[in-house]
């Protein structure tokens, strides 16, 4: 069993993550937001001559249809198409028609194509489908198929229980320029697809993140995959003995009982995370996926006066393993 020396404060300062178990937390939350930066429309800068004189890029049209778990066409989808290299790199579009047909045009380059649709009937539920590669250089006509979208299927080992929340994070490279994509569900009804054809061989990075709580047991379950493709699918059924256990013991400051929050959330890439409250004296228990990587604690100390400021405690990069248990303790905590 591995233990750990508890650490040391950060600046009381620092503010606390939010509470509510079933919440991201907000160091993830700002994780997430920083994304948005990444995929923003912004103006397109005219392409100029040899001798400086400004002229219009080449555009061509793209044509999108879209069509719902019964192949009908329907307006229930929001598409986004960002440029990642040539004249259109700095374009991010989100073309719509109720029809389900919609036509857009857009200069030449390489582009992500992102759309989710949104299913009414069968328990609804989201599809997301990614085309990582959209060579525009000419006219072009796709058909964006909820059919064609598998479930995400990740789950504990104990059937009794409930998942809190889940993301999926797509990070895309070409050319010097990446761009993320996500989608951030709350019920376990995602299904995903990859579209078109194959970009280049490691230049999609995808992982998926789900907590899921049963009494004061909670699963953090990560999954990655590096490739040329998003996914297609996925399904994650891990045991017990694939698990690895993470106890985060609380002391009691000067030894009355107090409340503290404690964040849980992968150390690697922009991702969702879990936040939840722990009386003090007490530990918190998680069972997570190794192969997720590293992970990060903030442990938050409220304060015992209306006017009070939090304290903060890090501990970043914690390694796990299968069938080992972890532990890091904070405030005096009783060590195992």
């Known amino acids: 069993m591995n233990t750990s020396s508890p650490s040391q404060p950060s600046t009381p300062s620092q503010p606390s993550s939010s509470s509510q178990p079933s919440a991201p937390s907000r160091r993830s939350l ?12 912004v103006g397109l800068a005219p392409a100029r001559s040899a001798v400086g004189a400004s002229r219009t890029p080449d555009t061509y049209t793209l044509t999108i249809t879209h069509l ?67 060579d525009l250089d000419r006219d072009t006509t796709l058909t964006v198929d909820a059919r064609t979208a598998k479930p ?43 579209l078109g054809p194959a970009a280049e061989p490691g230049s999609v990075e995808q992982w998926y993140d789900a907590y899921w709580r049963t009494g004061a047991l909670s699963y953090a379950l990560g999954h990655t995959v590096t490739g040329s493709r998003a996914v297609t699918g996925l399904t994650l059924r891990p045991s017990t003995q694939q698990l690895a256990t993470l106890l985060v013991h609380g002391g009691a400051r000067s030894g009355a009982p107090g409340t503290a929050t404690v964040d849980l959330l992968p150390s690697k890439g922009p991702t969702v995370g879990l936040a939840q409250p722990l009386a003090t004296p007490g530990t918190a228990t998680f069972l997570l996926t190794p192969e997720r990587g590293t992970w990060d604690v903030l442990y938050t100390v409220r304060p015992s006066t ?18 080992e248990t972890t532990t890091r303790s904070f405030d005096g905590a009783a060590r195992l």
């Open 30 to 41: 700002l994780r997430t937001a920083g994304l948005a930066a990444t995929v923003a429309a």
């Open 68 to 134: 719902d778990r019964a192949g009908r066409p329907t307006g229930a989808y929001a598409t986004t198409v960002t440029g990642l290299s040539g004249p259109g790199a700095a374009e991010s579009v989100q073309p719509y028609d109720p029809s389900g047909t919609v036509t857009v045009r857009l200069p030449r380059g390489r582009y992500i194509l992102d759309s989710v649709l949104t299913a009414s009937g069968d328990g609804g539920g989201t599809d997301w489908i990614v085309r990582p590669r959209l």
């Open 152 to 194: 995400v299927d990740v789950r504990p080992p104990d059937r009794s229980a409930a998942l809190l929340h889940a993301g999926m994070f797509l990070r895309i490279t070409h050319d010097g320029t990446e761009r993320f994509l996500n989608q951030v569900v709350n019920a376990p009804t995602l299904r995903v697809a990859h």
């Open 306 to 323: 209306p006017d009070g400021q939090p304290t903060s405690y890090r501990a970043e990069g914690i390694r796990v393993r299968a069938g």
